[in-house]
């Protein structure tokens, strides 16, 4: 059972009762991510992030991580390009336990100077190792590259710079301004009672009183270029895009569907032509990646040097046949299939179901019923799919980036493989 309270200063307490489960996941949601940072503070969601684990007025990042230790519990936070969040999954009994930990990580964490320099050195081997890790550095590059001159495009960790020189007065300065109530989601989902959780959370939330400031968020204009980064590696880390939807276009079941389709699951077209039938990836798959007010669909392979060529052509050749040809029946009732034992396996995770809470309340106001995505689901034609990437797939309005050992003369060979 949903249930949701708004406090007087304007936060969102929401609860999925599932009186079946032994556990219960609860989150504490900001919708503040690392678009919404000024070029100055490149980096700072994400490092208040680490920092709101490292102390508080009574408790030490030790005590943290020893008192959910001792009753079995998980915290954790994550940081995205649109919001933040800090959450934790306990057995029901121990709920009280962990609201007071959230509550007092969120509301009264030190700052101190001295963990802000230890943590600062800590983000910047993160980001190092990323840069490191080829098929993860690509997707970071190539939205650089698609959504440039915007926010949204840069990468959630930040600027090496710019984190070095965030200090204590600056975090504070930050929170105050982006951490408005208005903005703040309290989401559980578990074994729980709607009414216990708000007197748990309730008091002490409701003493949050930054000022109301509002949040400009400017869509990004999707730039369709070719790049090459050279890299000294064995493979060449292939990312290709174009126009997807946002997280409430009306067109976002028709793009998972066809993401099922073409790349997304084992028996996928890309997965079954380039790694089955052909041998020229262990990595290849389609995405969306979806945001507020825009997205992008896209497709990674990892292959050898003289496969890029091939790889590209077989990429435009399956393209250009979803283009062409309606998704036969049974591959389309296959794909939605797929779609909702995915959404109804990941229902049985507590974890899942209070993530489900936070996202829906941010994008529509509203609980949004498994019911009522199975029937969308269901809803989308093959007709419909293919006018839909008729629409989006134009040979002009699409962006290819190539990372590893490549040379100018692979710029020419992908542009050909792409035009067919």
């Known amino acids: 059972m949903y249930q949701k309270t708004v406090l007087a200063n304007g936060v969102r307490v929401l609860t ?22 000024l070029s100055e ?47 934790a999954k306990v057995l029901h009994p121990h709920l009280p336990l962990v609201v007071d930990v959230l509550t007092d990580i969120f509301l009264n964490s030190v700052f101190a100077s001295a963990e802000i320099v230890r943590e600062q050195q800590v983000i910047v081997q993160e980001i190092r190792m990323i840069e490191d890790t ?31 020189g965030i200090d204590r007065e600056g975090i504070l300065r930050y929170l105050s301004r982006m951490f408005q109530p208005e903005r703040i989601v309290i989401a559980a989902a578990g074994n729980l009672e709607h ?11 409701a003493t949050l009183n930054h000022p109301d400031q509002p949040l400009k968020r400017h869509r990004p204009t999707d730039h369709y270029h070719i790049k090459l ?20 276009d009306e067109n976002r079941f028709l793009s998972h569907l066809l993401n099922v389709v073409l790349g997304s699951s084992m028996s996928s077209r890309l997965f079954q032509e380039i790694r089955e039938n052909r041998g ?17 669909f896209g497709i990674y392979a990892g292959v050898a040097p003289e496969n890029v060529q091939e790889t ?13 040809e309606p998704i036969p029946e049974a591959e389309l009732h296959a794909a939605k299939e797929y779609l909702k034992g995915s959404m109804y396996l990941n229902a049985e995770s507590t974890d899942s179901r209070m993530n489900r809470l936070a996202k829906n309340e941010f994008l529509f106001g509203r609980y949004v019923p498994f019911e009522e995505v199975q029937e969308r689901i269901d809803g989308v034609t093959s007709g419909a799919i ?18 590893g050992p490549v040379e100018q003369d692979s710029l020419d060979s992908a542009d050909d493989a792409l035009d067919g």
């Open 16 to 37: 999925e009762r599932i009186p079946s489960f032994h556990s219960v996941s609860t989150g504490i949601w900001v919708n503040v991510g690392s678009r919404d940072e």
């Open 41 to 87: 503070e490149r980096g700072i969601t994400h490092l208040v992030e680490h920092m709101l684990f490292k102390g508080t007025e009574k408790r030490s990042a030790r005590d943290i991580a020893k008192e959910l230790d001792a009753v079995g519990g998980f915290v954790n936070a994550f940081t995205s390009k649109e919001q933040t969040c800090f959450h």
């Open 134 to 164: 080829p098929d993860e550095y690509i997707h970071i590059l190539f939205q650089e590259m698609f959504w440039q001159d915007n926010p949204l495009g840069l990468p959630i960790y930040g600027a090496i710079e710019a984190v070095e």
């Open 195 to 205: 009414e216990r959780f708000l007197d748990l959370v309730g008091p002490t939330m």
């Open 229 to 248: 980064v050279p890299k000294d590696i064995e493979q060449v880390h292939l990312c290709m895009g174009m126009r997807g939807p946002s997280q409430s």
């Open 280 to 296: 020229l990836a262990y990595s290849v798959f389609s995405f969306v990646n979806s945001h507020e007010d825009t997205g992008m």
């Open 312 to 324: 590209l052509a077989i990429i435009h050749e399956q393209l250009a046949i979803l283009f062409k």
């Open 386 to 403: 293919q006018k839909w990437f008729e629409d989006v797939y134009q040979e002009s309005q699409v962006a290819l980036m190539l990372l």
